[in-house]
């Protein structure tokens, strides 16, 4: 029995570490309106990280949000 405790302890020790990870990916959720806060459809939304280059778009949905999902991170290096 004394087993089984030390196993479940460390297991659960073990997922626990796992939630608090971190990561080198970001993302970016918004929401294109126009005039009086109507939402703007089909509007191409692009990003670009200039110390990378990396640059990716998306398009609005029909409520106006988009979302970037996974977006590599960058530093500045001088």
Do not use: H, W
């Not at 929401?31 to 778009?57: D, L, Y």
């Amino acid at each position: 029995m004394r087993k089984v405790k030390i196993v479940l302890g460390l297991l659960f020790l073990g997922l626990g570490s796992m939630a608090y990870a971190q990561t080198t990916q970001a993302s970016i959720i918004g929401k294109v309106t126009g005039p009086g806060s109507t939402a703007q459809e089909k509007m191409k939304v692009t990003i670009v990280n200039e110390s990378t280059g990396f640059r990716t778009e998306t398009e609005t949905n029909s409520k106006g949000e988009y979302i970037f999902k996974e977006i590599p991170l960058g530093a500045l290096i001088r």
